[in-house]
């Protein structure tokens, strides 16, 4: 199944100081981090949506596609990133750069069980709730076009028979510059 990442880095970070996507971790900026990641578990192509800014992404085989409605809030992302797929994408891993504990093992688990059932959409669990990473077939794709706002797509998953794959660590995200120690 021909299934492609696209990361929503286009936020400002207004409480980081800066775009999310641009700090560091361990080294590495997140957005190059969360890229490596998707890279790794085959999804082809890997889409980054970012802000007005340089995303440095030289040297890995990751498309940046500004955002220039940014400030909406991560619907205008999702929505930016499927006008950006190529024909034929039959399903999209949505993920952030926020999430330290996600990896590409997880992202694995996530797309093998997608795999299992790929009609319905699979995510992590976490928190009582669904979220990202999350996975959605092509027939969703007009759904997650007509998001408004800073909404993401939680309620789509809620509202289908969403496969879930445990991932507690998944509340742990990077909001605050204290979160990044």
């Not at 994408?89 to 299992?116: I, K």
């Not at 706002?149 to 939680?154: E, I, L, N, P, S």
Request: net charge negative; proline share 8%; aromatic share 4%.
């Amino acid at each position: 199944m021909k299934t492609a990442a696209i990361i929503l880095a286009a936020g400002a970070g207004r409480r980081m100081g800066g775009p999310k996507a641009l700090l560091s971790l361990a080294g590495e900026t997140l957005l190059r981090r969360t890229s490596r990641i998707a890279l790794d578990t085959g999804c082809r192509p890997v889409l980054a949506v970012v802000g007005d800014w340089d995303p440095g992404l030289d040297g890995l085989e990751v498309h940046a596609v500004p955002n220039p409605d940014a400030a909406e809030g991560m619907a205008s992302s999702i929505r930016t990133g499927l006008t950006a797929l190529p024909t034929g994408t039959e399903a999209v891993l949505l993920l952030t750069v926020d999430q330290p504990a996600v990896d590409a093992a997880l992202l694995r688990r996530l797309l093998e069980l997608f795999g299992r059932d790929p009609e319905r959409p699979a995510a992590c669990a976490y928190a009582g709730t669904l979220g990202i990473p999350a996975i959605f077939p092509h027939r969703l794709f007009p759904d997650l076009r007509t998001l408004q706002g800073d909404r993401g797509a939680k309620a789509i998953l809620l509202r289908e028979q969403t496969t879930a794959l445990p991932f507690p660590e998944g509340v742990l995200d990077l909001d605050r510059p204290e979160d990044l120690l």
